[in-house]
T-cell receptor, first 111, second 115 residues
Framework: DAKTTQPNSMESNEEEPVHLPCNHS???????IHWYRQLPSQGPEYVIH???SNVNNRMASLAIAEDRKSSTLILHRATLRDAAVYYC????????????FGKGTLLTVNP | GAVVSQHPSWVICKSGTSVKIECRSL??????MFWYRQFPKQSLMLMAT?????????EQGVEKDKFLINHASLTLSTLTVTSAHPEDSSFYIC???????????FGPGTRLTVL
């Protein structure tokens, strides 16, 4: 799977929007962009994923660049419960697939 | 929906003993389950992929005789750490392919401490 690059850490204030960037310049045409997050001392949880178009769900929005070499996870109003490590992962989908976790971005949310 | 549980949530054992960790999909069937290990302040590392009714596929560098994986049913996979040593102390996390084939559902993790 292609590699992703994320900032090691970011900080935000409660109730403000957060934009978490991810670079994936070697993405292939069949790679989906997945985001998972891991709260302290817990297993990861799925956040959102997309292929080419921007995606929205109840947790977040995913903005994908036109050339697909970068994407941004958007939390519209950060809460203290959003403090976690956010992982941007590429995968070409299908069944029986493996996820390769990078170091992710540690998001700190200030009250 | 799509809940994965792990048992126990934490375990402390003596060096040389074996420890079994269970991973269950509570409200769906999982053909494939994955086992990860996470050391403090590090990312998740995939250990193995297990498919129901067949042998697990281990990642390079993971000792299959030390980390025994059994996926006997569509809702249960077990990881047994045999002859555990202090360096095996880690956070073990399982996941399962769930109702959505493009999403993995993770368990809450099991913290293993080997004295």
């Amino acid at each position: 799977d292609a590699k992703t690059t994320q900032p090691n850490s970011m900080e935000s204030n409660e109730e403000e929007p957060v934009h978490l960037p991810c670079n994936h310049s070697t993405i292939s045409g069949t790679d989906y962009i997945h985001w998972y997050r891991q709260l302290p001392s817990q297993g990861p949880e799925y956040v959102i994923h997309g292929l080419t178009s921007n995606v929205n769900n109840r947790m977040a929005s995913l903005a994908i660049a036109e050339d697909r070499k970068s994407s941004t996870l958007i939390l519209h109003r950060a809460t203290l419960r959003d403090a976690a490590v956010y992982y941007c992962i590429l995968h070409s989908g299908g069944s029986n697939y493996k996820l390769t976790f990078g170091k992710g971005t540690l998001l700190t949310v200030n009250p | 929906g799509a809940v994965v549980s792990q048992h126990p949530s934490w375990v402390i054992c003596k060096s040389g003993t074996s420890v079994k960790i269970e991973c269950r999909s509570l409200d769906f069937q999982a053909t494939t389950m994955f086992w990860y290990r996470q050391f403090p302040k590090q990312s998740l590392m995939l250990m193995a992929t297990s498919n129901e009714g067949s042998k697990a596929t281990y990642e390079q560098g993971v000792e299959k005789d030390k980390f025994l994986i059994n996926h006997a049913s569509l809702t249960l996979s077990t990881l047994t750490v045999t002859s555990a040593h202090p360096e095996d102390s880690s956070f073990y996390i399982c996941s399962a392919d769930g109702p959505r084939t493009d999403t993995q559902y993770f368990g809450p993790g099991t913290r293993l401490t080997v004295l």
